[in-house]
């Protein structure tokens, strides 16, 4: 079985840019998240799908995040303009449904925003 | 707030001698404990969790204790192996709500040969 599959794995960026991350869950999971990881720190829920409706996003820094899931398969998360401490790994996990006690993680990706 | 706390952020430990992470948690509310495994490079995994219902859940060399009334869990691996190194998360989270958990820092293990 394919596991989550993000990319790209590295992203160097300025501040003010914008940059997205791509996600795609393992087939069948209905439910998807966004996790921020700052180095040192535990993930953080970012966003929380379920088929391609927002459960949670009270995470979320809308005035620059925004995450799609418009098929209710593969999801975007989109950040413009970057700050500096947006510099993270953002990891993307999928499960079954919002339900279900075990998220599988994806490997995530390394935004470094100078 | 700190709702999940992983006070050591590393733990050096022997091939074939125990490992033991703790893990201390605030919320009252919180019934579901879980453990995640991550590599380097690699998102995290899951190891094995352990419902409030129960104050241990052991699978192969990984034993979880839960103490409800000190509001700490720990994780056991008995015998430790090198492959066993490292960062291991605490998370919990309320099953009554969306089971999204909240994670603590992190260990990271080391395990000499």
């Known amino acids: 079985e394919a596991g989550v599959a993000q990319s790209p794995r590295y992203k160097i960026i300025e501040k003010r840019q914008s940059v997205a991350f791509w996600c795609n869950p393992i087939s069948g999971h209905a439910t998807l998240y966004w996790y921020q990881q700052i180095l040192g720190q535990g993930p953080k829920l970012l966003i929380q799908f379920q088929n391609n409706g927002v459960v949670d996003d009270s995470q979320l820094p809308k005035d620059r995040f925004s995450a799609e899931r418009l098929k209710g398969v593969d999801s975007t998360l989109k950040i413009q303009p970057a700050k500096l401490e947006d510099s993270a790994v953002y990891l993307c996990a999928s499960s079954l449904d919002r339900l279900a006690d075990t998220q599988y993680f994806g490997p995530g990706t390394r935004l470094t925003v100078l | ?113």
């Open chain 2, 1 to 113: 707030d700190q709702q999940v706390k992983q006070n050591s952020p590393s733990l050096s430990v022997q091939e074939g001698r125990i490992s033991i992470l703790n893990c201390d948690y605030t919320n009252s509310m919180f019934d579901y404990f879980l453990w995640y495994k991550k590599y380097p490079a690699e998102g995290p995994t899951f190891l094995i969790s352990i419902s409030s219902i129960k104050d241990k859940n052991e699978d192969g060399r990984f034993t979880v204790f839960l103490n409800k009334s000190a509001k700490h869990l720990s994780l056991h691996i008995v015998p430790s192996q090198p492959g066993d190194s490292a960062v291991y998360f605490c998370a919990a989270s309320m099953t009554g709500g969306s089971y999204i958990p909240t994670f603590g820092r992190g260990t990271s293990l080391i395990v000499h040969p």
